[in-house]
């Protein structure tokens, strides 16, 4: 998602369906992709990645899909639950061993309603 | 152990003050980060350290000044801040060996007030 001033795009789901988080990355070099979450007050949290060489890759409950052709990656949560809220991002990773730098999407928030 | 510590959790410095933020990680990575982190926004890279050398600095401004003492400890030297600085500092490690995918594991940073 693209952000907006100071607010970061929000998607509102019900406890139980399924949430789509969607990102563009802007470099076609990129070999490696990973799912962050962030819950308030907290460091981002390790949730899938997934390498160029894929195009799809599925963790418990969430499912990343890599679309190289159109630069874009999604984020699938099944069956979302209230401790799914949280800022999502997407990171994508540029460079070799010793200069390896990961360059953050701006966010998606995700609330989850009971 | 897959857990990257960051101490103090919260500071509150003046302008003209020097502190330090400090980052330890006892997974065995050669690698560790330094990043900030405004208020719904991003992460957004410092430093990055391989094997305890600086290889990367993303034109940051010289009143932050990082230190690698060790292959476990990274340290962000802070001195004449101002208030624009504050934000949340976030630490980073990966293992930073061949065949790594380069997955970073993040502390829980240090909310930084400049006044």
């Known amino acids: 998602g693209e952000s907006v001033g100071l607010h970061l795009p929000t998607l509102s789901v019900q406890e139980g369906d399924n949430s789509i988080i969607n990102c563009a990355y802007s470099?076609?070099?990129?070999?490696?992709f990973i799912w962050y979450k962030q819950e308030s007050g907290k460091g981002p949290q390790f949730i899938i990645d997934?390498?160029?060489?894929?195009d799809k890759r599925q963790g418990q409950r969430v499912t990343v899909l890599l679309n190289k052709t159109v630069k874009h990656l999604s984020l699938q949560i099944a069956a979302t639950q209230p401790g799914d809220s949280a800022v999502y991002f997407c990171?994508?990773?540029?460079?070799?061993?010793?200069?390896?730098?990961?360059?953050f999407g701006s966010g998606t928030r995700l609330q989850v309603q009971p | 152990d897959t857990e990257v510590t960051q101490t103090p959790k919260h500071l509150v410095m003046g302008m003209t003050n020097k502190k330090s933020l400090k980052c330890e990680q006892h997974m065995g990575h050669r690698a560790m980060y330094w990043y900030k982190q405004k208020a719904k926004k991003p992460p957004e890279l410092m430093f990055v350290?391989?094997?305890?050398?600086?290889?990367i600095n993303e034109s940051v401004p010289s009143r932050f000044s990082p230190e690698c003492p060790n292959s476990s400890l990274l340290n962000l030297h802070l001195h004449a801040l101002q208030p624009e600085d504050s934000a949340l500092y976030l630490c980073?490690?990966?293992?930073?060996?061949?065949?790594?995918?380069?997955?970073?594991?993040f502390g829980p940073g240090t909310r930084l007030t400049v006044t």
């Open positions: 470099n076609s070099a990129s070999d490696y």
């Open positions: 350290y391989s094997y305890e050398k600086l290889s």
């Open positions: 997934i390498r160029s060489n894929m």
């Open positions: 980073a490690s990966s293992q930073d060996g061949p065949g790594d995918r380069g997955e970073q594991y």
């Open positions: 990171a994508e990773n540029i460079g070799d061993t010793g200069r390896r730098a990961l360059t």
